[in-house]
């Protein structure tokens, strides 16, 4: 019979959550003025220029130069002289 004060406490803590806070509490005659819609453009507008219409992109400038190469990898040294074993 433990489950059923558990469950008592999860519905009251959703029923909290559900109910929480909401904010400031206002009357209506606090709450604060709509901000009117933007207003719709005007009819006798002339309509955008389409994209073709738009200035060409500038090809004067050359591109980058590449990357330089990375150095080489340095020479491993030379390999020490075989010891002999003929003692």
Do not use: F, I
Request: glycine share 2%; aromatic share 0%.
């Amino acid at each position: 019979m433990k489950t059923l004060p558990v469950l008592a406490l999860v519905a009251a803590a959703l029923l909290l959550a559900a109910c929480g806070n909401k904010g400031p509490l206002l009357l209506p005659s606090q709450m604060p003025e709509a901000v009117p819609a933007m207003p719709a453009p005007d009819a006798d507008a002339p309509p955008a220029a389409p994209a073709e219409d738009a200035a060409p992109a500038d090809d004067s400038v050359p591109p980058p130069p590449p990357a330089p190469a990375p150095p080489a990898a340095p020479e491993p040294p030379p390999a020490p002289p075989a010891a002999d074993s003929d003692d």
